[in-house]
């Protein structure tokens, strides 16, 4: 790969972390200001609001970097950084199409996985520097719902990867099938729900939990710090969204797919995307024994059965 070539993929991959969670978050405007009858969104620059997110970043830019004396300042000002970057390598290593991929690794899935657990500790780290008890707080059951979470979302992908014989999201692609719509359904259900409480959305947005944690490890931050976490939620929506797309739905699978195969795996993950906004919207927040609960009675013995039943399906069809 030549070095003009590496700087092309490079840039193409920061022009698409900078756009697609942008676009999800003016999404999630629009879809939250129609579904709670809230009318500021719709005003900003005229048509349809669509300046709020350009008015939203404005404000923030405006706003003082302030750290608190008692902070431990240098872990302070990286833990949005550490949040916000893994993601971007994420981005780099997912499939749009079979050569729209800017790092094709044989283990893209691992390598994924693997980022998107690296950037939930950003939250971690930024409630335990910030020298506030609301941030602690907020960090301690961060921490709990990466552990609870975390193996559910594995257990979930691993079956995906062993009903398609790969590591690779590439050949996941290319070995799935409709039928993979039932016979993964468990295992897609579960990614969905897990994936949701690694991103801490509603209704698993307790370490946020505004209403009892002022804004849980975030409370300290503010200006492009504070924008940064923002970000990186709407980054890790897209990841995960389009990574549910690949999984489970085909990614790039569909009519004239050779040539438009990028766009049915934007598309896809865009529904998945709009999903994620909607339990925003429809969900109450759960109790953290809710939480628990869920993780370790339900979703873990989901994915295991899951993970057994692709097995027996894998011997029993070669």
């Given at each position: 790969?030549?070095?003009?070539e590496v700087?092309v993929?490079?840039?193409a991959?920061?022009?698409?972390?900078?756009v697609?969670?942008?676009?999800?978050?003016?999404?999630?405007?629009?879809?939250?200001?129609?579904?709670?009858?809230?009318?500021?969104?719709?005003?900003?620059?005229?048509?349809h609001?669509?300046a709020?997110?350009?008015?939203d970043?404005v404000?923030?830019?405006?706003?003082?970097?302030i750290?608190?004396?008692?902070?431990d300042r240098?872990i302070?000002k990286?833990a949005?950084f550490?949040?916000?970057i893994p993601?971007?390598?994420a981005m780099a290593?997912?499939p749009?199409q079979h050569d729209?991929?800017?790092?094709?690794?044989?283990?893209s899935a691992?390598?994924?996985?693997a980022a998107t657990s690296?950037?939930?500790?950003g939250?971690?780290?930024?409630?335990w520097?910030?020298?506030?008890?609301?941030?602690?707080l907020?960090?301690?059951?961060?921490?709990?719902?990466?552990v609870?979470?975390?193996l559910?979302?594995v257990?979930a992908?691993?079956s995906?990867c062993?009903?398609?014989g790969t590591?690779?999201?590439?050949?996941v692609?290319?070995?799935?099938?409709p039928?993979?719509?039932?016979?993964q359904?468990?295992?897609?259900?579960?990614f969905?729900?897990?994936a949701?409480?690694e991103?801490q959305?509603p209704?698993?947005?307790?370490p946020?939990?505004?209403?009892?944690?002022?804004?849980?490890?975030w409370t300290?931050?503010?200006?492009?710090?504070?924008?940064f976490?923002?970000?990186?939620?709407y980054?890790g929506i897209v990841?995960f969204?389009?990574?549910f797309?690949v999984?489970?739905?085909?990614?790039w699978?569909?009519?004239?797919?050779?040539?438009?195969g990028?766009?049915?795996?934007l598309?896809?993950?865009?529904?998945?995307?709009?999903l994620?906004?909607?339990?925003?919207?429809?969900?109450?927040?759960?109790?953290?024994?809710?939480?628990?609960?869920?993780?370790w009675?339900v979703?873990?013995?989901?994915?295991?059965?899951q993970?057994a039943l692709t097995?027996?399906g894998?011997?029993m069809?070669?």
């Open positions: 790969m030549s070095v003009l700087v993929r490079s840039v991959v920061l022009a698409a972390f900078l697609f969670p942008l676009l999800v978050g003016q999404t999630e405007h629009k879809l939250m200001a129609h579904m709670q009858g809230r009318l500021g969104p719709m005003y900003a620059g005229g048509f609001g669509w709020q997110l350009v008015a970043g404000k923030f830019v405006q706003k003082e970097d750290t608190p004396r008692a902070a240098t302070f990286i949005p550490v949040a916000l993601y971007l390598l290593a997912l749009l729209v991929v800017a790092i094709d690794v044989p283990a691992v390598l994924i996985l690296v950037g939930a500790l939250t971690l780290m930024a409630g520097a910030s020298a506030n008890k609301y941030a602690l907020g960090a301690l059951r961060s921490a709990a719902q990466l609870s979470y975390e559910p979302l257990l992908v691993a995906a062993l009903a398609a590591l690779s999201l590439s050949g692609v290319e070995a799935w099938s039928w993979w719509l039932i016979w359904l468990p295992g897609a259900i579960v969905l729900v897990a949701l409480a991103l959305r209704p698993f947005d307790m946020i939990a505004d209403a009892e944690l002022v804004m849980g490890p300290e931050y503010t200006g492009l710090r504070f924008a976490f923002l970000l990186s939620e980054a990841i969204s389009l990574l797309a999984l489970y739905l085909g990614g699978r569909g009519p004239f797919d050779d040539h438009i990028w766009l049915w795996t598309l896809k993950g865009f529904v998945i995307a709009i994620v906004i909607w339990f925003r919207v429809a969900w109450p927040r759960m109790r953290e024994d809710q939480l628990q609960r869920l993780a009675l979703l873990l013995p989901m994915a295991l059965i993970l097995g027996i894998v011997v069809t070669q």
